[in-house]
T-cell receptor, first 115, second 112 residues
Framework: ETGVTQTPRHLVMGMTNKKSLKCEQH?????MYWYKQSAKKPLELMFVYNFKEQTENNSVPSRFSPECPNSSHLFLHLHTLQPEDSALYLC??????????????FGEGSRLTVL | DAKTTQPPSMDCAEGRAANLPCNHS???????VYWYRQIHSQGPQYIIHGLKNNETNEMASLIITEDRKSSTLILPHATLRDTAVYYCIVRVAKTNAGKSTFGDGTTLTVKP
């Protein structure tokens, strides 16, 4: 139990569907992140949110739409995905206060399959 | 952030110490060394970090050379559950943790 919870753990969707991934952290952190991990590839940072504001978008296609309503919750809205978007999507959080060395806490991930 | 180099794979016998090396020859004075591991199909898990002194916690020990150009993560008594990919990352501590670069890591296989 890392204090970061992701739902659903597994998701299968068609290319025309709209679905959302949810992440919730119970650690009092103020920064949250979405990563993508495709088979046999390193983790790719997708989005960064600091104090609910998006501060980084690493050239992610618009079919992925993040939302951060508060510092504890992060969503990734998915629409018109492609089969190559099938991957493990990981949420992480960290604390950005002064003096904190800012290790990352990850959720278990949401395994997405696009048919 | 400095680049790290790790061997792609290592084996270790159950109950023995696992020593995982990492080279970071271009590390800057304000960059910490972090270690994470990722068990198959789960999210990465933070293990330990250090600046220049050796560190120990309930999971592992971190030995950093005096010139800080390399480090070793030590799992003192490896178990089958320690089979995972281990990532060595160097990063300025107070920058955004999410910008940590996870490379290919070392796949550690603990064998009975």
């Amino acid at each position: 139990e890392t204090g970061v919870t992701q739902t659903p753990r597994h998701l299968v969707m068609g290319m025309t569907n709209k679905k959302s991934l949810k992440c919730e952290q119970h650690l009092g952190h103020n920064a949250m992140y979405w990563y993508k991990q495709s088979a046999k590839k390193p983790l790719e940072l997708m989005f960064v949110y600091n104090f609910k504001e998006q501060t980084e978008n690493n050239s992610v296609p618009s079919r992925f739409s993040p939302e951060c309503p508060n510092s504890s919750h992060l969503f990734l809205h998915l629409h018109t995905l492609q089969p190559e978007d099938s991957a493990l999507y990981l949420c992480a959080s960290s604390h950005r206060e002064r003096g904190n060395t800012g290790e990352l806490f990850f959720g278990e991930g949401s395994r997405l399959t696009v048919l | 952030d400095a680049k790290t180099t790790q061997p792609p794979s290592m084996d270790c016998a159950e109950g023995r110490a696992a020593n995982l090396p990492c080279n970071h020859s271009t590390i800057s004075g304000n960059e910490y060394v972090y270690w994470y591991r990722q068990i198959h199909s789960q999210g990465p898990q933070y293990i330990i970090h250090g600046l220049k002194n050796n560190e120990t916690n309930e999971m592992a020990s971190l030995i950093i050379t005096e010139d800080r150009k390399s480090s070793t993560l030590i799992l003192p008594h490896a178990t089958l559950r320690d089979t995972a990919v281990y990532y060595c990352i160097v990063r300025v501590a107070k920058t955004n943790a999410g910008k940590s670069t996870f490379g290919d890591g070392t796949t550690l296989t603990v064998k009975p």
